[in-house]
């Protein structure tokens, strides 16, 4: 009887743990999305969230994430609210932007386009994906 007990508990906790973890999942908002050059994934690009209505009110950082081998990245936990994402070529990895050797770019920028006005990218209430930046440039 003890064995079918310690089972139902076990197994209780197993289903209420499968809600919990749909519920959190739906409570923590994510951002998503790939960083490229040239049509080539970047790989440990450092993707951050600016807040601002406007590039011209400066650059506050929110949150950001670092892209995988393959390009990707995920920002966790995102405040609703909009934000302008930038993407920044770490080339000597020490985590900072240096003008001279590192290269930069906004999601929503497309200059094959004449598109060179980032996109706000606004956060409500659900994970937001295909938040790419698809063109980096050394200043």
Do not use: W
């Not at 993707?47 to 990245?73: C, Q």
């Not at 932007?97 to 930069?104: G, H, M, Q, Y």
């Amino acid at each position: 009887m003890k064995i079918v007990t310690t089972f139902l508990a076990v197994m209780t906790l197993s289903l209420l743990s499968c809600g919990l973890e749909e519920e959190l999942d739906k409570a923590i908002i994510d951002i998503s999305g790939e960083v490229s050059h040239d049509g080539n994934v970047v790989a440990g690009a450092l993707v951050l969230l600016v807040e601002g209505t406007t590039i011209a009110e400066g650059l506050n950082l929110s949150n950001g994430s670092i892209t995988d081998n393959s390009g990707r990245y995920t920002i966790l936990g995102v405040e609703a609210g909009e934000y302008y994402l930038l993407a920044v070529d770490d080339s000597n990895g020490n985590l900072e932007f240096d003008a001279d050797t590192d290269r930069l770019g906004f999601h929503g920028v497309n200059p094959q386009d004449l598109d060179l006005e980032p996109d706000l990218v606004t956060v409500a209430d659900s994970d937001v994906e295909n938040i790419d930046v698809i063109s980096l440039y050394s200043l």
